[in-house]
T-cell receptor
Framework: AQTVTQSQPEMSVQEAETVTLSCTYD???????LFWYKQPPSRQMILVIR??????QNATENRFSVNFQKAAKSFSLKISDSQLGDAAMYFC??????????????FGTGTRLKVLA | GAGVSQSPSNKVTEKGKDVELRCDPI?????LYWYRQSLGQGLEFLIY????????KSGLPSDRFSAERTGGSVSTLTIQRTQQEDSAVYLC???????????FGEGSWLTVV
């Protein structure tokens, strides 16, 4: 079974600085998708970034980028020029690409990011 | 609708009572998921619908939990004889089809006293 591990329960970053959130996963599959979701106090989960395992190029969305190391099964999120609005819980998630599967997402336990003014 | 809508947003119930949580997915989305988020925990998968059928209900924690989906749209998660350990945020998500990006609602916060 697949697992997702986020070893940092909480992180802090100074406004305008850069922070990296860690995520590791375990799977025997060769094709899959990885995601970072943000959950602000409003509780609504918002997709931040998505990475397809067969793509070697790291995904980037504005100030958000990932460092995807497939062999190491590592998928970290880098937030550049941190803003107060980035403060939230961040969840790493895995989803199989197996079309015969049920496409359920497996989530880590989350990292709470605090942004200091 | 514009987004995934869940109701009620907050529910306090007495132990032993039944509760129903409702999810209205984004219009046209055929796939629907229920997750549970307990305090300080990650998201725990409960059940997945494709249309009205549930090909994966492996995450339902006990036979007190059930879910249905009608008309390929609205889904209801029912918890019978609620227990204190059922207290959590219940999140619903939908996607255009299996394998597409999922979009979450704001969740229903259930407190069992």
């Amino acid at each position: 079974a697949q697992t997702v591990t986020q070893s940092q329960p909480e992180m802090s970053v100074q406004e305008a600085e850069t922070v990296t959130l860690s995520c590791t996963y375990d799977t025997s599959e060769s094709d899959y998708y990885l995601f970072w979701y943000k959950q602000p106090p409003s509780r609504q989960m918002i997709l931040v970034i998505r990475q397809e395992a067969y793509k070697q190029q790291n995904a980037t969305e504005n100030r958000f980028s990932v460092n995807f190391q497939k062999a190491a099964k590592s998928f970290s999120l880098k937030i550049s020029d941190s803003q107060l609005g980035d403060a939230a819980m961040y969840f790493c998630a895995y989803r199989s690409a197996d079309i015969s599967g049920t496409y359920k997402y497996i989530f880590g336990t989350g990292t709470r990011l605090k942004v200091l003014a | 609708g514009a987004g995934v809508s869940q109701s009620p947003s907050n529910k306090v119930t007495e132990k032993g009572k039944d509760v129903e949580l409702r999810c209205d997915p984004i219009s046209g989305h055929t796939a629907l998921y229920w997750y549970r988020q307990s305090l300080g925990q990650g998201l725990e998968f409960l059940i997945y619908f494709q249309g009205n059928s549930a090909p994966d209900k492996s995450g339902l924690p006990s036979d007190r939990f059930s879910a249905e989906r009608t008309g390929g749209s609205v889904s209801t998660l029912t918890i019978q004889r609620t227990q204190q350990e059922d207290s959590a945020v219940y999140l619903c998500a939908s996607s255009r089809g299996a394998g597409n990006t999922i979009y979450f609602g704001e969740g229903s916060w259930l407190t069992v006293v």
